[in-house]
């Protein structure tokens, strides 16, 4: 394939999970994914089972759920071999986590502390690889306002207060760098790296039927092979009608969701205001029952004294009888 493409095409979003499973598994795509967001040169990649968080709303009354499921997290595994800037080969794991919902911070954690967990072989030997992951995120974080963003780590001597530029094997293992995409924050705007040209296929804009995400008119213009080669991916995969009735009903479990997790979100709230009022009656519970204990124990020394003076009473009484 030579040339650029076309001035515009109909491309299938690949902010769907089943379109970007589908480039995922293609492995020139995930190289160059890959390689283009770490600025790497990636060697070889080899993917790992993937996995998908299903979420599935409860059925109306009524009415049978039929085979709506609502996708919640996509992930995808891999490990590779890249080679450094000063011509070093390395393994390392890359995990790759795509959800609607940026708030769903407790299963990436999860999904993290299973890779921390997890033992590979290189060259026959059991060892444990250093993690990078990446977010690729269908909403938007309210603090960052660049579609891309890289959270890297750096070695500070505490001693001298200089940065240490070499790396060691145990920090390596043990702590890890991220990158985070959001998919809603690309604009059309043309800086001209590589970078930009991946990201513009990301970008959720210039759509072209009326209430559906699934297609788009994608209108930057490209001379790289690689972005060619997904753009015409793409423009099969939309062109296919099985490929489009599978993203469709994904489209349709994701509006599902959004609207579950809004109604359960109201539920949410509505129990917390509840358990609100409850821990407070509990509370004026339990400081009425303190007040009825210190009574009660108020009650019981007087009815002690009543006694004390009953016993010295009846003493006296039978002292008088007895002159």
């Known amino acids: 394939m030579n040339g650029k493409h076309p001035k515009s095409c109909i491309i299938a979003n690949p902010i769907y999970d089943t379109v970007f499973k589908k480039l995922m598994e293609h492995e020139r795509i995930a ?72 708030t769903d911070v407790e299963r990436f ?90 990201l513009s296929l990301f970008e959720q804009a ?20 690689d972005i060619l080669f997904i753009a015409s991916m793409l423009k099969e995969m939309v062109a296919d009608p099985r490929e489009r009735e599978e993203i469709a009903k994904e489209e349709e479990a994701q509006r599902v969701m959004a609207l579950f997790g809004r109604t359960n979100r109201k539920q949410e709230k509505a129990l917390e205001e509840k358990e609100k009022v409850i821990g407070e009656q509990k509370t004026v519970i339990e400081e009425q029952e303190t007040v009825i204990g210190e009574q009660k124990s108020v009650i019981g020394e007087q009815a002690k004294a009543l006694e004390e003076q009953a016993r010295q009473i009846a003493e006296l009484k039978r002292l008088i009888d007895t002159k």
């Open 206 to 225: 210039h759509f072209v039927e009326a209430g559906s995400e699934i297609s788009k008119e994608y209108t930057y213009s490209s001379d790289d092979e």
């Open 109 to 198: 954690r999860n999904y993290l502390g299973e890779q921390y967990k997890r033992v590979d072989r290189v060259e026959g030997e059991e060892a444990a690889l250093p993690i990078t992951t990446i977010y690729v995120l269908g909403g938007r974080l309210a603090e960052i306002e660049s579609p891309c963003i890289k959270v890297e780590r750096r070695y500070r001597d505490l001693y001298q207060g200089n940065l240490i530029e070499k790396k060691a094997p145990f920090v390596e293992k043990l702590t890890h760098d991220c990158y985070v995409i959001q998919a809603k924050r690309i604009t059309d705007q043309r800086y001209g790296t590589k970078l930009n040209e991946l």
């Open 31 to 102: 190289r160059f994914f890959l390689g283009t967001l770490l600025g790497e040169n990636i060697l070889s990649v080899e993917v790992s089972p993937q996995e998908f968080t299903y979420k599935r709303p409860p059925p109306k009354k009524g009415k049978a759920s039929g085979n709506l499921i609502g996708y919640s997290i996509f992930r995808i595994d891999f490990m590779a071999v890249l080679e450094t800037k000063e011509g070093e080969r390395k393994k390392i794991l890359i995990e790759v986590q795509k959800s609607w919902d940026e």
